[in-house]
C-alpha cells in the first residue's frame, strides 16, 4: 500500500521568512495530494492541493510543487506568520473511488515574533 | 459554508462497553470516511462507504468495528468491545465524489477506561 513519508518533524521560522515541508509517496498510481492544516485540538483543514497532471499550485502565500518522477512534494509557505503555526500534514491518495488519504506523520510549524 | 458535524465531541467508556460515533456528513456529499488520530500521532484511515456499502476499510477496521447510515444524513461508526488502545481522536469525513476533497468534522475524542 501507500505509504508518505515526511520531513521535518518540527520546523521553526522567523516571522516572515519561507517554511518548506517535504514529503515523498511510493505508490505511482497516487494523483491527488493535498495538504492539511491542524491547530490544537481541532480538525484538519485543507490548505491547498495538487493533481498529478500539474507541477505546481499556488495561492496566495502557500505554494505546492510536485514531482511526479521522484515521488516527492513540498509545502512552501512564504513570509510567515504567527497564526501559521500549526501541525502540517500531507498526504496522498490513489486511483479508484472513495480512495482512502494516506498522511504523512505531520510537521510542527511554530513561527516566532 | 457547510460542514462536516460529530456528535459527541467527547465520549469516556470502559473498556469492553460498545460506543457509538455520529457523523452528519455535508448534505450533496455521497462519499463518507472514518479516520482516527492516536494523540501525537498521524491520522490514520479506517473505512470509506459509497451507496449503502463499504468501498474499501484498513486493518484497523476489523470486526469490532461497524458503520452504518440509518437514516438520510447521519452516518455512525460503532466499537462493539472497546480496548484501551481504541483511545484516540475519532474524524468523519466526506466528499462530493469519490476523486474530490475530503472535508473533515471536528472530531469525536474516544477516552477508553
Known amino acids: 500500500g501507500e505509504n508518505v513519508e515526511q520531513h521535518p518533524s518540527t520546523l521553526s521560522v522567523q516571522e516572515g521568512d519561507s517554511a518548506v515541508i517535504k514529503c515523498t509517496y511510493s505508490?505511482?498510481?497516487?494523483?491527488?495530494f493535498p495538504w492539511y492544516k491542524q491547530e490544537l485540538g481541532k480538525r484538519p483543514q485543507l490548505i491547498i492541493d495538487?493533481?498529478?497532471?500539474?507541477g505546481e499550485k499556488k495561492d496566495q502565500r502557500i505554494a505546492v510543487t510536485l514531482n511526479k518522477t521522484a515521488k516527492h512534494f513540498s509545502l512552501h509557505i512564504t513570509e510567515t506568520q504567527p497564526e501559521d503555526s500549526a501541525v502540517y500534514f500531507c498526504?496522498?491518495?490513489?486511483?479508484?473511488?472513495?480512495?482512502?488519504?494516506?498522511f504523512g506523520t505531520g510537521t510542527r510549524l511554530q513561527v516566532t515574533l | 459554508e457547510p460542514e462536516v458535524t460529530q456528535t459527541p465531541s467527547h465520549q469516556v467508556t470502559q473498556m469492553g462497553q460498545e460506543v457509538i460515533l455520529r457523523c452528519v456528513p455535508i448534505?450533496?456529499?455521497?462519499?463518507f470516511y472514518w479516520y482516527r488520530q492516536i494523540l501525537g500521532q498521524k491520522v490514520e484511515f479506517l473505512v470509506s462507504f459509497y451507496n449503502n456499502e463499504i468501498s474499501e476499510k484498513s486493518e484497523i477496521f476489523d470486526d469490532q468495528f461497524s458503520v452504518e447510515r440509518p437514516d438520510g444524513s447521519n452516518f455512525t461508526l460503532k466499537i462493539r468491545s472497546t480496548k484501551l488502545e481504541d483511545s484516540a481522536m475519532y474524524f468523519c469525513?466526506?466528499?462530493?465524489?469519490?476523486?474530490?476533497?475530503?472535508?473533515f468534522g471536528p472530531g469525536t475524542r474516544l477516552l477508553v477506561l
Open positions: 505508490d505511482s498510481a497516487s494523483n491527488y
Open positions: 498526504a496522498a491518495r490513489g486511483w479508484g473511488t472513495a480512495s482512502k488519504l494516506t
Open positions: 448534505s450533496n456529499h455521497l462519499y
Open positions: 469525513a466526506s466528499s462530493e465524489g469519490g476523486g474530490e476533497t475530503q472535508y
Open positions: 495538487i493533481r498529478s497532471n500539474v
